[in-house]
C-alpha cells in the first residue's frame, strides 16, 4: 500500500554501496536488479577486445551488464541510480552511454511526474469527470489522483498507456499504446505536436477487473503536455524493467 513509509537501509554489494528500500517489495518499478557477473574462470580475454588479461593487463566487471572487461574498456565510472548506487561506478561503454542517457530522467522527468499536472479525469464509462492534481509518489510506485476526492494507480497494475496529442481522438490511428512509446518521438518536448492526454487500462488494487481512466490537460495545459511527455519517458524504463 501506498501509506507503507519508504524506509532505506545501506547495503554493500560486490559493485559498491547501495541505498535501498528495507522492504524489497517496495523498489522503485523503474529499478533494475545487479546483474551476475560472469565468473572470472569463462572470461580469459576483455569481451569487448579480446584482449588477453595477465599481470598487468587486469579484468574489470560492468556493473550494469555483468561482463568482462580490460581497463581500457570498462574504464567510465558513471551514475546508476536504476540500481541505487550511492556512487558512479564503473561501466563499460555501451553501458555508459545508457545510464547517461537515463540521467536526465531522473534529473529532469522523474521531478516533473512528482511535481505534478492538472488533468480532467474520467474513470470508466462515467458521465461525469473530475479535475484533479496527478502526481507520481515519492516512492514512483503510486500516481495520485487528488481533487474533491482522492484516488491511487499503481504503475505495476497498468497495463497499457495510450497518449492523445492535441490532433487526435482515442478513435484515431496515430494513439501510440504503451510499447510504440519506446521508440516514438512524437510527443517528445520540441516535438511538432503537443501531448493532450491520456488513456490508462489498468486494475485497481484487490481486483482482477481492468478500469479505464481517461486524463486530459485542464487549464494549465503546458504543464500537463510536459508531465505527460515526462510520462512517455517513464514509459520506457517502466517496459525495460518488466521486460528483464
Known amino acids: 500500500m501506498s501509506t507503507v513509509p519508504d524506509g532505506k537501509k545501506l547495503v554493500r554489494s560486490p559493485s559498491g554501496l547501495r541505498m535501498v528500500p528495507e522492504n524489497g517489495a517496495f523498489n ?24 588477453k588479461y595477465d599481470f598487468l593487463t587486469r579484468k574489470h566487471h560492468c ?16 551514475a ?45 464509462t462515467s458521465k461525469t469527470s473530475e479535475t484533479m492534481m496527478c502526481r507520481l509518489s515519492n ?59 491520456m488513456l490508462l487500462h489498468y486494475k485497481p488494487t484487490g481486483s482482477q477487473d481492468p478500469q479505464q481512466l481517461r486524463m486530459e490537460a485542464a487549464d494549465d495545459k503546458k504543464t500537463a503536455s510536459s508531465w505527460l511527455a515526462a510520462m512517455h519517458k517513464a514509459a520506457k524504463l517502466l517496459y525495460e524493467a518488466r521486460d528483464r
Request: proline share 5%.
Open 139 to 197: 516512492n514512483h510506485r503510486y500516481l495520485f489522483f487528488d481533487g474533491e476526492s482522492h484516488f491511487e494507480v499503481e504503475l505495476s497494475r497498468i497495463s497499457s498507456m495510450q497518449v492523445l496529442t492535441e490532433e487526435s481522438t482515442p478513435e484515431e490511428n496515430d494513439i501510440h499504446t504503451y510499447t510504440s512509446l519506446l521508440d516514438s518521438q512524437y510527443i517528445s518536448e520540441g516535438g511538432n505536436s503537443r501531448a493532450s492526454g
Open 63 to 78: 556493473r550494469r551488464c555483468g561482463r568482462c572487461f580490460c581497463d581500457k574498456c570498462c574504464s567510465k565510472k558513471v
Open 28 to 51: 522503485s518499478p523503474f529499478s533494475l536488479d545487479e546483474p551476475q557477473w560472469v565468473p572470472d574462470k569463462e572470461c580469459p580475454s576483455c569481451m569487448q577486445c579480446d584482449k
Open 80 to 124: 546508476l541510480p536504476r540500481m541505487c548506487f550511492v556512487d558512479p561506478v564503473r561501466q563499460c561503454g555501451e553501458c555508459s552511454l545508457v545510464s547517461q542517457k537515463e540521467m536526465e530522467f531522473y534529473d529532469k522527468q522523474l521531478k516533473v511526474l512528482m511535481g505534478g499536472g492538472s488533468f480532467i479525469v474520467t474513470l470508466g
